[in-house]
């Protein structure tokens, strides 16, 4: 049972009026008109309403103190969060020197009559210079970096020097193959400098094949090549995609299938990494051959290459919905204990590493560094440390507690009495605000030489408005329960959407009991991550899915810290299954079939959605599986449908958008999470 919560002061607006009327006969006997008409009934009334205000306020106070009683307990406000996206720098021209894209770049949205600009800017530095290719070379199995590794630099130096049209179209053979190249055959090309987030133009001058059935069954759209990067972060070779809003992007490829001279436009990633391939370290470009088929078309013989080209033209950088304050003065210090100092700005984020508090010397001579701390509990009376609330944007310093026997305790260091109080640095902004669709941040607001243009490629999400105080007073009981330690499900789901405000839901896989499958084993705990994302009607990519490698890292430490001595921790994302519909609709006589597809399509969106899906509209439920009927059901929902006549879902592929054969359920391991691919209504 809950405890009840006491009303100070119960009485209503009413019952004062009547207080004061029975009070009329004992002070003022010769006041007869009592009517509603009468001036003095009015003043009454008055003084009424203005007492039951100040009764209002009064039983506020029990919710001041809960509100107070939390924050000793540590609750406080979420700050706000960036969006973040990546912007795609293009240069005019090829670099032949280097070119710096410093940090805190600003890019914004076209400003309008009616909307401010939206910026965004650079985290970090980028130098663009001229790749430097060392190795290029032939691997007849992609699956072993291992493998037998053969140079092909000497004989495309000796194409080189040979005097111009002297061979014609003789080359090297890509795929170093007398016959037909076969299936995972690989062309390496392998680079001393950094490709980390580089865009890399191939020019390819591939030799003319003399034999034409060599290339009649290559389909120049689609040829049977793959282009890979090595990523750094999940150990493995990974695809160039060819859709735009991909990390990875094929932005072109103009050789048809290495049957003509062209170009190669490769976006590389930021979490492209060096590996080894054939003892060679470097960073890593390959294409291979991939399994003959009708869509692709296949080679009797390799194609050949006469010269290879490798050139930067652009890269592309993070970014983050914020603005950054450099060396702001708080004020000069009180030399009392615990004194607050807030911003200019807010609302403020948490501070970076390199961003922290400065006091001035005593000799005017310098400023001294002093370091945050989450609380004061453990500091000692001389620690130079001070606290951080990012959502009013203010720093306190350590307080003096004083004792029941009047002993005064001091957490931490208080600064000298005139002393300036500044911030290095701290940034400010984020919200859902910054929730931008692809292709609107195109306005360089920074001035930097040789770039032609810029753009984001991919939406900027993650962005959330600072937290509520409803949403804070919500979190109170929750907090008692877990005390900031890892135990059950349920405190490391509620302790992993503390730790970061970019994700959006979390699910808990314990074990259960020896022998259990779909359980972890024992002594291991899997905590599954969605990102936070805003609703929407269509399907969703597997990039506005994937989490972000800074927020695993963030909340594996602060699950790390928290968790028992005895559990590994995993912390990762859901398997997710993507499920198309198709659906035939009888649509009512007095509908417009437009409306009632559009209608019928985003119910199938937002019921089969990770984040805001299920019948309760709080995503889909982890290891739920699906059923034809209760897609009946939905749809039958929707006004203007009369009745469906089919009803079909698949499992879809994300990479190569294949569709398994008709199901009506879809099974989903407990791990398992549904998302829209493309429904089809008609």
């Not at 094929?250 to 990494?273: C, F, K, M, W, Y």
């Not at 990762?572 to 659906?583: K, L, M, R, T």
Request: aromatic letters at 8%.
């Amino acid at each position: 049972m809950a405890i009840p919560v006491p009303n100070l002061d119960d009485r209503t607006f009413q019952d004062l009026v009547n207080e004061a009327r029975s009070r009329i006969p004992v002070h003022c006997p010769e006041w007869t008109d009592h009517n509603l008409s009468d001036p003095g009934i009015t003043l009454i009334e008055l003084f009424a309403w203005m007492t039951e205000l100040i009764l209002y306020r009064l039983n506020k106070v029990p919710e001041k103190n809960y509100l107070k009683f939390l924050e000793l307990i540590g609750v406080q406000m979420a700050p706000a969060n960036p969006a973040s996206t990546e912007i795609t720098f293009r240069l005019a021209a090829p670099v032949t020197d280097q070119v710096t894209i410093p940090r805190g770049t600003e890019v914004a949205t076209v400003r309008t009559e009616t909307e401010e600009a939206i910026a965004f800017t650079t985290e970090t530095d980028k130098i663009i210079a001229p790749p430097e290719m060392s190795n290029c070379g032939f691997v007849p199995d992609a699956s072993d970096n291992a493998s037998l590794y053969q140079d092909l630099l000497p004989q495309l130096q000796e194409l080189a020097d040979l005097p111009a049209g002297a061979t014609p179209g003789q080359g090297v053979r890509f795929f170093q193959s007398r016959g037909a190249p076969e299936p995972q055959n690989a062309f390496c090309l392998g680079y001393n400098s950094d490709l980390r987030g580089v865009i890399l133009s191939l020019t390819l001058d591939c030799a003319e094949l003399t034999d034409e059935n060599a290339v009649r069954g290559i389909v120049p759209s689609n040829p049977p090549l793959l282009w890979e990067y090595w990523d750094e972060p999940l150990q493995q070779w990974e695809a160039f995609d060819r859709r735009p809003d991909s990390a990875a992007w094929l932005e072109s490829d103009d050789t048809q299938g290495l049957i003509n001279r062209g170009q190669v436009v490769l976006h590389v990633p930021q979490t492209a990494g060096r590996t080894t391939i054939g003892l060679r370290d470097a960073y890593w470009i390959r294409c291979q051959i991939i399994p003959y088929d009708q869509a692709h078309g296949s080679y009797s013989a390799s194609p050949q290459l006469r010269a290879i080209q490798s050139l930067a033209v652009g890269c592309t950088l993070r970014a983050t919905n914020v603005t950054r304050v450099v060396g702001e003065v708080l004020g000069i210090s009180e030399g009392k204990p615990g004194q607050a100092i807030r911003v200019s700005q807010i609302p403020a984020l948490p501070l970076a590493s390199e961003e922290t508090v400065e006091v001035e010397l005593a000799d005017n001579s310098g400023w001294e560094s002093w370091q945050l701390v989450s609380d004061f509990s453990q500091a000692r009376p001389d620690d130079k440390v001070f606290t951080w609330d990012p959502a009013v944007g203010e720093i306190q310093f350590g307080p003096v507690i004083r004792s029941q026997t009047g002993e005064e305790t001091r957490y931490g260091a208080t600064p000298p009495r005139g002393a300036h109080i500044r911030l290095t640095a701290y940034r400010f902004g984020g919200g859902e605000r910054g929730n931008l669709s692809r292709r609107t941040l195109t306005v360089l607001k920074s001035s930097i030489p040789y770039v032609a243009s810029v753009t984001n490629r991919r939406a900027a999400i993650e962005g959330l408005d600072p937290e509520n105080i409803e949403s804070a007073k919500m979190r109170g009981p929750q907090a008692i329960r877990t005390m900031h330690r890892a135990v059950t499900a349920e405190d490391f789901e509620y302790l992993a959407r503390e730790a970061s405000p970019s994700v959006g839901r979390v699910y808990c896989l314990q074990p259960r009991q020896v022998g259990d499958e779909r359980s972890p084993a024992p002594g291991l705990v899997r905590v599954l991550l969605v990102p936070a994302m805003s609703p929407g009607s269509r399907g969703l990519s597997a990039s506005e899915l994937l989490v972000p490698q800074a927020t695993l890292a963030q909340v594996r430490e602060y699950l790390d810290e928290r968790r028992l001595l005895s559990t590994a921790l995993v912390v990762s994302e859901p398997e997710y299954i993507w499920v198309s519909v198709e659906a035939k609709v009888q649509v009512a006589s007095d509908s417009n079939a437009n409306d009632v597809r559009r209608r019928v399509e985003q119910k199938l969106y937002q019921f089969i959605h990770p984040l805001y899906g299920g019948s309760k509209g709080e995503g889909w439920p982890f290891g739920r599986d699906l059923f034809t009927s209760e897609l009946y059901s939905q749809i039958q929902s929707v006004a203007g449908v009369e009745y469906t006549e089919a009803l079909h879902i698949f499992r879809v592929d994300p990479l190569t958008e294949e569709r398994s054969e008709v199901e009506q359920m879809l099974s989903i391991p407990e791990s398992g999470l549904l998302c829209s691919s493309t429904h089809i209504v008609t």
